[in-house]
């Protein structure tokens, strides 16, 4: 993978393996970065080839190429690369030597399981998170008690704010699919919570065109060029019922 210096600063972070853009930029913000030996917090720094990058006392080197992987994360894993009041990291499960730099696309709570894309390309992370690319992201839902049509179809037409679903499936009275483009933290757990329901069970099964389809829990599985693309092009090319 080819830079083409000078660099923003939050690219080159995020080539590093520290984050998606987005996140990167909140490294900068708050004076974690170092250029140099000096800390800055400029969003617009550009930086050349052989200049020292640090994150803390970490140093950012971009990878010569791209990864891309799917895990299948159990429930009792965090999504978090580093968190000093947790044991289970979900990236550890992914057994490969350039582990260090990959970094989770989105985010699965603790309680949660399922499919959670890792990579090291910020811009592809920017465009599967920001809603702006519609990109769907599917979970199966087992509720305390069984969910109403009425309930889904309020939350269809955007009336439990600040949530909004694009699609759903009753599937019996304990599951239902839904179906969002957006993914607020703890978006479901949250919406379903304000409309009376208590989350049992939250498994992701598809974002866009990558499906958990069969993989076992806490493995993992690298994505194919098709897949890649189709996140690339932003937009829904999943199957559904």
């Known amino acids: 993978m080819k830079l083409d ?6 690219s080159y972070l995020a080539k590093s393996g520290f984050g998606s853009r987005r996140s990167c930029e909140e490294l900068i913000v708050s004076g974690r970065v170092r250029v140099n030996g000096k800390t800055v917090t400029a969003l617009g720094t550009k930086v050349e080839e052989n200049d020292a990058v640090y994150v803390d006392d970490v140093l950012a080197e ?3 190429r791209l990864y891309y992987y799917a ?3 159990p429930v009792g894993y965090v999504c978090s690369n580093f968190d000093p009041n947790e044991k289970k990291f979900a990236v550890d499960l992914i057994d490969v030597p350039w582990n260090n730099l990959l970094f989770h ?11 959670i894309l890792y990579t090291n390309d910020g811009n592809l992370a920017n465009k599967v998170t920001h ?4 990109i769907e992201k599917e979970y199966l839902v087992r509720t305390d008690i069984p969910v109403r049509d009425k309930d889904m179809r309020s939350a269809l037409r ?5 949530y909004h679903i694009t699609d759903y499936k009753i599937i019996d009275k304990q599951w239902t699919r839904i ?3 957006e993914g607020k933290n703890r978006e479901i757990r949250n919406m379903l919570g304000m409309l009376g329901y208590n989350v049992v069970k939250l498994i992701r099964t598809r974002i866009g065109p990558v499906e958990l389809g069969k993989m076992p829990v806490g493995k993992y599985r690298s994505l194919t060029p098709a897949e890649v693309a189709g996140l690339a ?3 829904n090319d999943g199957n559904r019922d």
Do not use: E, H, M
């Open 131 to 134: 809603p702006s690319f519609g």
């Open 158 to 162: 955007g009336d439990v704010s600040p």
């Open 105 to 115: 696309i989105g985010r699965l709570d603790k309680d949660s399981s399922g499919l």
């Open 233 to 235: 092009k932003g937009g």
């Open 62 to 64: 971009p990878a010569d």
């Open 5 to 10: 210096y000078p660099v923003r600063l939050q």
């Open 179 to 181: 179906v969002l483009t």
């Open 71 to 73: 895990l299948n994360k």
